[in-house]
C-alpha cells in the first residue's frame, strides 16, 4: 500500500511542477506611438489569475481598463485532447509627452503564487499638426493633382555596412515608407537597382509584404520591405549602387467643392505616385596581400578534408573531399590545391553546395571532391592540404591544414606494371657501359644496293607524303591553338547553346509550376547569354552597357526593346507575381523567340 501511494506521489510531483511552470504572463502594446494618441496596452495569461497589479506609469494616462476577457480552444492530435485557456486584460493608454519609456512588469497571482509579466519599451514622438483652413486648400489642390508629398510616401536601400573588404558580404533591405494618411493599393513598373560591381545573392521574402511601426525623422510610417539582397563586391574602391524605382498607385479622395453634401458623395480616384531612392556609395578595400593557399575565401569560415579510404588497389577510384563551411562568400571560392602523386591520374573537382541565404548572411558549406586513380602499386603520401581565409572582423588571413594522407596501394588484378614505391619514381631504362655492346650473332642475308627499300622510289614518294600530312597537321594544330587561346571566341561560339539550356531549365519549372525559379533561370539565361556574347562579367552588366553594346553589334532597337520588356517583367514577377500580365507560357515563347534573334542579329 505505501508502495502504491510513493509511485502515485512520484507521478503527481512533476506534473505539478511542469503546470506550474508553464504559467505564461505577457505584456504587449505598439513599439511607437504620438503625443496624446490611444493605444491598447494587453496583458495575455493562461491560467486563471487574481489581484492583478500594474506598475507605475507616470508618462501615460490610463483612460480605462482592465476589460477582461477569456477564450479557449481545444485540439485532438491522435486522439488527445488538449485544452488551452487564455484570459486577457486590457487597458487603454494615452501617451502625454515624447520620448523613450519602459513599462516595468505587471504582477499578478496564480494559485497563490506570484508571477511578473515582461517589460515594454515604448517610443513617443511628436504628433502630427492639425491641418489649417490653408492645408486643407493645399492637400485638395494635391489631391487634384494627383501628387504625393515626398515626406509621406519614399524608398530607402539601407545597407548593414558602408566600409567593407572586396568580397566581404553586404546586407542591402529596399525599405518603403508610407505615412498613415496615404493608402496604397499596390504597385507598378518596379525598377531594380543593377548592383553592378556586385556579386549578389537574393533572399527569400513573402509575396506578401507585411508593414510595420516605425519611426524615421521622428515621425511614424508603416515600413514594409520590398526586397533583401546579399552583396559580395568584385572591384575595389567606391561603387555607387543605382536608385530603386517603383510606382505606388494611391488611393485619393476627390473633392470638387465644400458643401453639405461633400460627406454623402465624396468620391475616390487611384493616383500613380513614382518613388525613387537615392542612390548610395560603398567604399570597398582591397584585401592584405595573399598568401599562396589562399582561393578567393572570405569569411568566417572552416575547413576539412577526408579521403574515402586509404588501402587500395592499382587502376582503383578514390575519392578526396575537400569542404569549406561557414558564413561567407562560398559560392566564390575555389577549389584548394592538392598536390597528388605523380602516378596518379586525377579529373577536374565535382563542386556540391548546401547553402542558404538569409539576413545573417549567406550560410551552409561547399564541397569539392577529387576523384583519382593510382596507377601503379606501392606506398603514397598526399601532403597536408593548405588553405587560407581572409576574416573581415579581423582584417587578417585564417590558416588550417588538413592532415597528410598515406595510401598503401596493392596491385591490381589489371595492373601489368612492376611495383613501385614512394622512395623511388619511374625514371626511362638507359644503358649503363655503352662502350661495349653485345654482339649478334648468326647469320645476316645480305640484298643488293638496287634491291633496298631505303633510296628507292617509293621510299621518297612514301616520304614526301609524310611530310606533306605533317604540314596538314600542323597547320590545323596551330589554327585549333590559336582558336582555343581566343577564350572569349570559345564563350562567343557556345553562348546560344548555353543560353537555350538554360532556358531548357526555365521550362522544367515552368511545367512544375515554380514561378520564381522560372522566372530567375529565363533571367540568368539572357545575362549569362550577354555577358558571353559581349564580353561583359555578368557583375558589370546592367541594361544601359548591354543596350549599348547591343546597339554596337548593329541589333534592331525592336528586338532590343523586347530584350528590356522580358528583363523587366522577370525582374517584375519575382517581387510581385500577382501584378505580372500574361501567362508564362506566354513569356517563355518570347524568351526563345528572342533568343534566337540575337543569334542572328549580334555581329
Given at each position: 500500500m505505501i508502495?502504491?501511494i510513493l509511485?502515485t506521489?512520484?507521478?503527481l510531483?512533476p ?18 506611438v ?10 495575455t495569461?493562461?491560467e486563471?489569475?487574481?489581484d ?5 506609469i507616470?508618462?501615460?494616462?490610463i483612460?480605462?481598463?482592465p ?6 480552444s481545444?485540439?485532438?492530435?491522435n486522439?488527445?485532447t488538449?485544452?488551452?485557456v ?6 487603454i ?8 519609456f ?6 499578478i ?8 509579466s515582461n517589460?515594454l519599451?515604448?517610443q513617443?514622438v511628436?504628433?502630427?499638426?492639425p491641418a489649417?483652413?490653408q492645408?486643407?486648400q493645399?492637400?485638395q489642390?494635391?489631391?487634384a ?15 548593414d555596412k558602408?566600409?567593407v ?5 553586404i546586407?542591402?533591405?529596399v525599405?518603403i515608407y508610407?505615412?498613415?494618411n496615404v ?11 543593377s ?6 545573392q537574393?533572399?527569400?521574402?513573402p509575396?506578401q509584404i ?8 521622428n515621425?511614424?510610417y508603416?515600413?514594409?520591405i ?6 559580395f ?18 488611393r485619393?479622395r476627390v473633392?470638387?467643392q ?9 468620391n475616390y480616384?487611384?493616383?500613380e505616385a513614382?518613388?525613387?531612392s537615392?542612390?548610395?556609395n560603398?567604399q ?12 578567393g ?5 572552416k575547413?576539412?578534408?577526408s579521403?574515402?579510404k ?10 578526396l573531399k575537400v569542404?569549406?563551411?561557414g558564413?561567407?562568400?562560398?559560392r ?6 592538392v598536390?597528388f602523386?605523380?602516378?596518379?591520374e586525377v579529373?577536374?573537382p565535382?563542386?556540391n553546395?548546401s547553402l ?5 548572411g549567406?550560410t551552409g558549406?561547399?564541397t569539392f571532391?577529387y576523384l ?9 603520401t598526399i601532403?597536408?592540404i ?6 573581415p572582423?579581423?582584417?587578417k588571413?585564417?590558416?588550417d591544414?588538413s592532415k597528410a594522407?598515406n595510401l598503401q596501394?596493392?596491385?591490381?588484378s ?8 614512394s622512395a623511388?619514381s ?9 662502350d ?6 648468326g647469320?645476316y ?8 627499300f631505303?633510296g628507292?622510289?617509293?621510299?621518297y ?6 611530310l ?11 589554327k ?6 581566343n ?5 562567343n ?9 538554360r ?11 515554380q514561378d520564381e525559379?522560372?522566372y530567375?533561370?529565363?533571367?540568368k539565361?539572357?545575362w549569362?547569354y550577354?555577358s558571353?556574347k559581349?564580353s561583359i562579367?555578368?557583375?558589370d552588366?546592367n ?7 547591343l ?5 534592331s ?5 523586347e ?24 513569356l517563355?515563347?518570347q ?8 543569334e542572328k542579329?549580334?555581329?
Amino acid at each position: 500500500m505505501i508502495k502504491k501511494i510513493l509511485v502515485t506521489l512520484m507521478l503527481l510531483i512533476p506534473a505539478f511542477y511542469a503546470g506550474a511552470d508553464s504559467v505564461r504572463f505577457n505584456m504587449s502594446g505598439p513599439n511607437v506611438v504620438t503625443v496624446g494618441e490611444q493605444f491598447r496596452l494587453s496583458f495575455t495569461l493562461n491560467e486563471r489569475g487574481s489581484d492583478l497589479q500594474m506598475p507605475e506609469i507616470p508618462n501615460f494616462d490610463i483612460l480605462m481598463g482592465p476589460s477582461t476577457s477569456q477564450s479557449s480552444s481545444i485540439q485532438i492530435i491522435n486522439g488527445k485532447t488538449t485544452q488551452t485557456v487564455s484570459f486577457s486584460y486590457i487597458f487603454i493608454l494615452r501617451a502625454k509627452e515624447e520620448g523613450t519609456f519602459t513599462i516595468r512588469p505587471a504582477s499578478i497571482k496564480v494559485d497563490g503564487k506570484i508571477y511578473e509579466s515582461n517589460e515594454l519599451k515604448i517610443q513617443v514622438v511628436k504628433g502630427q499638426k492639425p491641418a489649417t483652413s490653408q492645408g486643407g486648400q493645399q492637400e485638395q489642390a494635391a489631391a487634384a493633382s494627383g501628387s504625393i508629398n515626398k515626406e509621406d510616401l519614399f524608398v530607402k536601400v539601407e545597407l548593414d555596412k558602408r566600409r567593407v573588404f572586396k568580397g566581404e558580404q553586404i546586407l542591402a533591405t529596399v525599405k518603403i515608407y508610407v505615412a498613415p494618411n496615404v493608402p496604397i493599393t499596390s504597385f507598378n513598373d518596379v525598377k531594380l537597382p543593377s548592383y553592378a560591381g556586385f556579386w549578389t545573392q537574393e533572399i527569400d521574402i513573402p509575396n506578401q509584404i507585411s508593414f510595420t511601426r516605425e519611426v524615421y525623422n521622428n515621425k511614424i510610417y508603416q515600413v514594409g520591405i520590398l526586397k533583401k539582397t546579399l552583396l559580395f563586391p568584385q572591384q575595389t574602391g567606391k561603387i555607387t549602387i543605382d536608385p530603386f524605382e517603383i510606382t505606388c498607385l494611391v488611393r485619393q479622395r476627390v473633392r470638387q467643392q465644400r458643401s453639405f453634401f461633400d460627406d454623402f458623395f465624396d468620391n475616390y480616384r487611384t493616383i500613380e505616385a513614382k518613388v525613387v531612392s537615392d542612390p548610395v556609395n560603398i567604399q570597398v578595400k582591397d584585401l592584405p596581400n595573399p598568401p599562396a593557399s589562399f582561393s578567393g575565401a572570405v569569411g568566417n569560415l572552416k575547413f576539412s578534408a577526408s579521403l574515402d579510404k586509404e588501402q587500395l588497389k592499382s587502376n582503383e577510384a578514390a575519392t578526396l573531399k575537400v569542404t569549406i563551411s561557414g558564413n561567407g562568400n562560398l559560392r566564390l571560392i575555389d577549389a584548394p590545391k592538392v598536390e597528388f602523386p605523380a602516378d596518379f591520374e586525377v579529373y577536374d573537382p565535382k563542386t556540391n553546395e548546401s547553402l542558404n541565404a538569409t539576413s545573417n548572411g549567406l550560410t551552409g558549406s561547399k564541397t569539392f571532391e577529387y576523384l583519382f586513380i593510382p596507377r601503379f602499386a606501392g606506398e603514397y603520401t598526399i601532403p597536408a592540404i593548405q588553405f587560407a581565409s581572409f576574416d573581415p572582423a579581423s582584417g587578417k588571413y585564417k590558416y588550417d591544414q588538413s592532415k597528410a594522407f598515406n595510401l598503401q596501394v596493392e596491385k591490381g588484378s589489371d595492373d601489368q606494371s612492376t611495383t613501385v614505391t614512394s622512395a623511388y619514381s619511374k625514371e626511362d631504362v638507359r644503358f649503363i657501359g655503352k662502350d661495349i655492346r653485345f654482339i649478334k650473332q648468326g647469320q645476316y642475308k645480305l640484298k643488293p644496293k638496287e634491291s633496298s627499300f631505303y633510296g628507292s622510289l617509293s621510299f621518297y614518294l612514301i616520304y614526301l607524303g609524310a611530310l606533306l600530312v605533317f604540314a596538314i597537321v600542323a597547320l590545323v594544330y596551330r589554327k585549333k591553338l590559336k582558336e582555343n587561346a581566343n577564350i572569349q571566341l570559345i564563350r562567343n561560339k557556345k553562348a546560344n547553346k548555353v543560353a537555350r539550356k538554360r532556358l531548357k531549365a526555365a521550362a522544367g519549372h515552368l511545367k512544375q509550376n515554380q514561378d520564381e525559379a522560372f522566372y530567375e533561370a529565363v533571367l540568368k539565361a539572357f545575362w549569362g547569354y550577354l555577358s558571353d556574347k559581349l564580353s561583359i562579367p555578368v557583375a558589370d552588366l546592367n541594361r544601359e552597357n548591354a543596350t549599348e553594346s547591343l546597339k554596337k553589334r548593329q541589333v534592331s532597337s525592336d528586338t532590343i526593346n523586347e530584350f528590356i520588356q522580358i528583363v523587366d517583367t522577370c525582374e517584375f514577377a519575382r517581387y510581385a507575381p500577382s501584378a505580372v500580365g500574361g501567362t508564362k507560357d506566354e513569356l517563355f515563347q518570347q524568351a526563345a523567340s528572342l533568343m534566337g534573334k540575337l543569334e542572328k542579329q549580334i555581329r
